[in-house]
């Protein structure tokens, strides 16, 4: 007996109770639909926090000036201005593995055009500040090296930004009042949404740093609330980190055992903690979706084993007449495939599209992946095969005289 004849036997048999395969499918159908709108959770979480974190941009580490202690009290992380620009230039010549880097010096101020107004966050940068960030500039330019060596008014403004202050309006070369100071607009930055903590980014805007500590921080001493690095891969941040801090602690005189004055922060580290963390949540979600494909399989089983029964009689008559227990036992094998291999494709079917409702209804990001599609289906495969041997099994193992006395 050939595979077609096979498959046409089962498909007859399940045709002659389709209630009641229907109903025996449904379990798989759950089964694989939840797996698959589970799984399309998790990855949908995972890439939305990477992609917040590229938003931080690209294999960037973040140095920020560190702990100092007073009279025996630790006064915690940025107590002290131990980061000059001149350490992050230091970053930038005498370590090869760096792309770029950038003094960052923070600010926040009401800027002010004709009768708008708006308070904003501002950052001082160089001219790097665009490929540190992954941040392109939507109209005009970025700044350049010699407006933050001139320490030139001039500003970039965040999407919201410009908004705010330019309703209606084209913003660049247009000029705007910072603390009775006028500034230049020479770009818009791309819109580039909220960060993973719900803070709007655009809601910036960016300027030459020397800028921010002459024009509105008047600083005397000059110092940078933190420095931006961007390794030249991923793979290099580990190595950058280590050679930032020798070079910090040999220009900073700190002697063996001293504690750092400054910290690094390898974003990195951060997407791998977070990519692990929801690595075991997609696992988690599938596996509890999983169970129903399980209790899905002991349907098939017990339909099965009823359809052994019911069907004795006919089994007895196919072996008299020649049948083989090998083509028993492939045929209820045969059958309990399609129950299950039906029921993963509209599971699947099911589970795309309650994934695609929960994205457009409740706004949380889900992916549906080839791979958890390919994943439910064999396991679906699997089921069918493992909860349909013992029905089988017992089918080709039955007497063909008995059965053939079987009432």
């Known amino acids: 007996m050939n595979s077609f004849a096979i498959l046409k036997v089962a498909l007859r048999a399940l045709g002659r109770n389709k209630l009641r395969s229907a109903l025996t499918m449904l379990g798989i159908i759950i089964g694989v639909g939840a797996v698959i709108a589970m799984v399309s959770i998790g990855q949908g979480a995972q890439a939305m926090i990477e992609q917040q974190i590229n938003s931080m941009g690209s294999n960037v580490l973040y140095v920020m000036p560190g702990n100092i202690t007073t009279g025996g009290a630790s006064l915690g992380q940025g107590a002290a201005n131990t980061l000059t620009d001149e350490d992050v230039e230091a970053m930038r010549r005498e370590i090869p593995t760096i792309a770029a880097a950038s003094p960052v010096v923070r600010s926040q101020t009401q800027m002010v055009f004709g009768n708008q107004n708006w308070f904003v966050r501002i950052e001082g940068t160089n001219e790097f500040f665009p490929e540190l960030r992954n941040w392109t500039v939507d109209q005009g330019t970025f700044f350049t090296e010699g407006d933050v060596l001139s320490a030139a008014r001039v500003v970039v403004l965040g999407r919201t930004v410009a908004e705010r202050l330019f309703p209606g309006l084209d913003p660049i070369g247009q000029t705007i009042r910072v603390r009775n100071l006028a500034f230049r607009v020479v770009g818009v930055l791309a819109e580039k949404g909220q960060s993973m903590v719900g803070q709007d980014q655009d809601d910036t805007a960016v300027m030459p740093y020397t800028t921010v500590q002459k024009k509105l ?20 941040t580990v190595v950058v980190q280590r050679q930032i801090n020798e070079l910090l602690r040999q220009r900073h005189k700190i002697g063996p055992g001293e504690t750092d004055d400054f910290s690094v922060r390898n974003m990195s580290d951060v997407a791998a903690a977070s990519q692990q963390m929801t690595t075991i949540m997609t ?51 045969a059958e309990s495939l399609v129950l299950s291999l039906t029921g993963g494709l509209i599971g699947v079917v099911i589970g795309g599209s309650l994934a695609a409702a929960i994205s457009g209804v409740l706004g949380f990001p889900t992916l549906v992946s080839a791979l958890s599609i390919t994943v439910s289906f064999a396991f679906a495969t699997c089921i069918g095969i493992f909860f349909g041997y013992y029905p089988a099994h017992k089918a080709a193992a039955l007497d063909p005289i008995e059965a053939l006395r079987y009432e």
């Open 217 to 236: 921080l008047g600083q005397v001493i000059p110092s940078v609330n933190q420095a931006m690095v961007s390794a030249v891969s991923q793979e290099a």
């Open 283 to 333: 696992l988690l979600l599938g596996s509890i979706a999983a169970i129903s494909l399980i209790v899905g399989g002991i349907g098939i089983m017990n339909i099965m084993l009823v359809s052994v029964t019911e069907r004795t009689r006919e089994i007895g008559i196919r072996m008299a007449v020649g049948a083989r227990p090998s083509y028993i036992r492939l045929q209820f094998l």
